[in-house]
Structure formats: structure tokens, C-alpha cells
């Protein structure tokens, strides 16, 4: 894994050899069939492939393809800043906001380690898609 800032973004990579386990971990399949999951961008968002080779960024929760954005890996290279405060740290807003949860600094916002983030981005996914299936969405 590799995290940091770079400019005013804090992103975190996963190596060649973590990809799949950490998209099977966050249950990339059942929301975004043939994506992988390269990282996470500004902790809100996965950066994914897919099938491809594009990359894109998806909101962590609602992860639907409805909200695919493209997405420019930095160069190879490029370092990313460390920094100390946040590594091993995902920023969890314990109310997401797709579910109306406020969105500023506060009461909101814990941090959470990786498998934590995972179990969480998975269970709020799967309400989503119970929530949207009964009025035909995602």
C-alpha cells in the first residue's frame, strides 16, 4: 500500500498484489461487476479499473455506475507525501451522506482502520441496494 498526499488530495494505492484481495474484501463484484479496486481517492471515493484498463472514481457508498467518473492515475513516479496522522486511516462519515448524513466536520466523522472500512462500505452498500431495488434502481 502506498498513501499520501499529492497536492491537495490524499490517495491510497493498493500493490499489484493487493488489488484483488481488497476488492474482494470490499465486495467490489456485487456493485460493479469486472471492476477492481486500485485505491481510494480523498477517502470518499474508490479509484477502480475495469475490464479495460480505464480508470475511474466511484463514491465508496452509493458505489453505482451511475456515479463513474474518469480518473488520471499520476504519473509513475510520482511521490506520494506521508503523512503520519492518517496512515493506516480511513476517513468514515458514520451517517453517509447518500443516506443524509452531514457532510462537515463534527460528530459525523470518525476514523476507521481498512477491515472496519471495508465491513462498513459493504453493509451500507447493501442497504442501498435494498433501498433502490423496490423502486427500480441500481
Not at 50 to 75: I, K, R
Not at 91 to 117: L, M, R, S
Request: include cysteine; proline fraction near 6%; aromatic fraction near 14%.
Amino acid at each position: 500500500m502506498n498513501e499520501g498526499w499529492q497536492d491537495d488530495q490524499y490517495l491510497i494505492f493498493f500493490s499489484d498484489d493487493e488489488v484483488q484481495l481488497v476488492s474482494d474484501r470490499y465486495g467490489i463484484a456485487a456493485t460493479l461487476p469486472g471492476f477492481q479496486i486500485l485505491g481510494l481517492c480523498g477517502w470518499d471515493d474508490f479509484i477502480v479499473r475495469d475490464a479495460h484498463g480505464s480508470v475511474f472514481t466511484v463514491p465508496t457508498v452509493p458505489c453505482v455506475a451511475q456515479a463513474l467518473a474518469p480518473f488520471s492515475l499520476p504519473a509513475r513516479g510520482v511521490t506520494l507525501t506521508s503523512d503520519e496522522r492518517f496512515l493506516g486511516k480511513v476517513k468514515w462519515y458514520v451517517k453517509p451522506i447518500a443516506f443524509g448524513g452531514d457532510p462537515g466536520p463534527g460528530e459525523n466523522v470518525t476514523w476507521v482502520d481498512h477491515d472496519q472500512h471495508a465491513k462498513l462500505v459493504r453493509w451500507w452498500n447493501d442497504q442501498y441496494r435494498s433501498l433502490t431495488q423496490g423502486r427500480g434502481g441500481a
